[in-house]
């Protein structure tokens, strides 16, 4: 079993900031990903952004606003995020997946992912 906490969510004007952190703990292995979701209010649950613990490759939905790192050290992921617009707001979900290859294309799907968190709330005012 992974466990994993989020924290850094909360209210911000449009243009402003926020950093969401997602730390693991548990039966974590030496090589997985983790990814960052969310979903808004009658929509469906979106990718946003994936990591590979294990070299550090990135990928996004939509690059240039978000940043997705990692702490190696602390096994937690973070999602700066940049610019944000009303329509960012949602619940962010991180998520853990045992996949660890190369092709990207699969941690943009739920399915890939083992663990969730229990999402933390982020709101753009306009």
């Known amino acids: 079993q992974v466990q994993l906490v989020e924290s850094g969510g909360g209210f911000v004007q449009a243009g402003g900031s926020l950093r969401l952190s997602c730390a693991a703990s548990?039966?974590?292995?030496?090589?997985?990903?983790m990814g960052w979701f969310r979903q808004a209010p009658g929509k469906e649950r979106e990718f946003v952004a994936a990591?590979?613990?294990?070299?550090?490759g990135t990928y996004y939905a939509v690059k240039g606003r978000f940043t997705i790192s990692r702490d190696n050290a602390k096994n937690t992921v973070f999602l700066q995020m940049n610019s944000l617009k009303p329509e960012d707001t949602a619940v962010y979900y991180c998520?853990?997946?045992?996949?660890?290859?190369?092709?990207?294309?699969?941690?943009?799907?739920?399915?890939?992912?083992?663990?969730w968190g229990q999402g933390t709330q982020v709101t753009v005012s306009s």
């Open positions: 990591i590979r613990w294990s070299g550090g």
């Open positions: 548990g039966s974590i292995v030496s090589s997985f990903a």
């Open positions: 998520a853990y997946s045992y996949y660890s290859g190369t092709y990207y294309g699969r941690l943009k799907e739920r399915y890939e992912y083992n663990y």
